[in-house]
């Protein structure tokens, strides 16, 4: 049977400096000056039109993500704050992240982000080695990085995150491990540590660069990990680091199935409808003209067939390393924890995972090939 999980809200905002080659976000370059207010204003009205979706709920947690968030002035961050919580309560200590980059913020915005309601902050570092910024077409230096890190430290906000790549173009090892270290020294409660990847619809993959071989981005991989442990960061999700009590609410939310509502140009959502009994997936409006024209802000709404629950469901969770309690799969999917048996008993032969009486525990194979887990359920 379909329980009601906990609710998090993700809120879009689309605009940054300059598109950076490797990125396939819905994010488009700053032409003029930005619409604030009249954003803001769609944001509200396009929340309003999904409160049918909260159910009695509080938010347990909000994500600001883009573009760049930080060109939006703090008073309007507030705005939009304030006015979400007028619609929807929320959950006493909740998790407010907001996506900042070092080259657009102004340092001493910190203060009036964090009195704006913001908790979190993730700043978008990738590297801090100068040559790898110009080929990511970053707009910030080595030094605008370190002083992001160090002033959302000294702001008060209850965690902040530095994200980084590896396996960039003509990266070797040292540098990568040098990254790691670089940002050690800043001391962030969490690290996103993730892999560059080519994707269709980018710069990148029209003038792909030289990237590093495979055996090169496995030794990274492998000696990085460790590196991170010894740094007192717990891997908890495939590419999220945390010294322990900061790992990131809201992204948990998502790779347990959680529900979100999704507000902003492009935005997804997933939502669990008991009055209906089925499972929800909407997307926004994707360009921002058409968005702040709109009166109705959902592009499109789709429910995910009862036979494609427990696949979604995996394709989420496996993200995380910790063990899948039965329980949750049948409250966040609706189905009998035997409707997947089959595909357990297979990956358990294949020494993917261990069906133990009230959860499966992957092994280290299993995290190391997930996809391989996924395909023993298709």
Known sequence: MLVLPPLSLYIHIPWCVQKCPYCDFNSHG?????????????????????????????LDTIFIG??????????????????????????????????????????????????????????????FAKEKLNLLGRIHGEEEARNAASKAAQAGYKSFNIDLMHGL???????????IDTAAKLNPPHLSWYQLTIEPNTLFHSKPPQLPDDEALWTIYEQGQKKLAALGYEQYEISAYAKPGFQCQHNINYWQFGDYLGIGCGAHGKITDLTNNTLLRTVKIKHPKGYLAAEDYTFNTHIIEEEDRALEYLMNRLRLMHPIPKDEFEQRTG?????IQTGIEKAATKGLLIDEPTQWTLTPKGHMFVNELLAQFC
């Not at 700053?30 to 509080?58: C, W």
């Not at 760049?68 to 008073?75: E, G, I, K, R, V």
């Not at 173009?169 to 990254?179: H, V, W």
């Not at 189905?335 to 409707?339: P, T």
């Open 30 to 58: 700053q032409q003029s000056a930005l619409p604030q207010q009249d954003y803001v204003d769609a944001l509200l009205n396009d929340l309003k039109q999904d409160l049918q979706y909260v159910q009695g709920r509080q």
């Open 66 to 127: 883009g573009g760049t968030p930080s060109l939006f002035d703090a008073q309007h961050i507030k705005r939009i704050l304030k006015g979400v919580n007028q619609l929807i309560p929320f959950k006493q200590n909740i998790e407010i992240t907001m996506e900042a980059n070092p080259g657009t913020l102004e340092h001493d915005d910190f203060t009036a982000y964090q009195q704006a309601g913001i908790t979190r902050l993730s700043i978008g570092v990738q590297s």
């Open 335 to 339: 189905l009998c924890r035997n409707s």
């Open 169 to 179: 173009p003509n990266q070797s090892f040292d540098e990568a491990m040098s990254d």
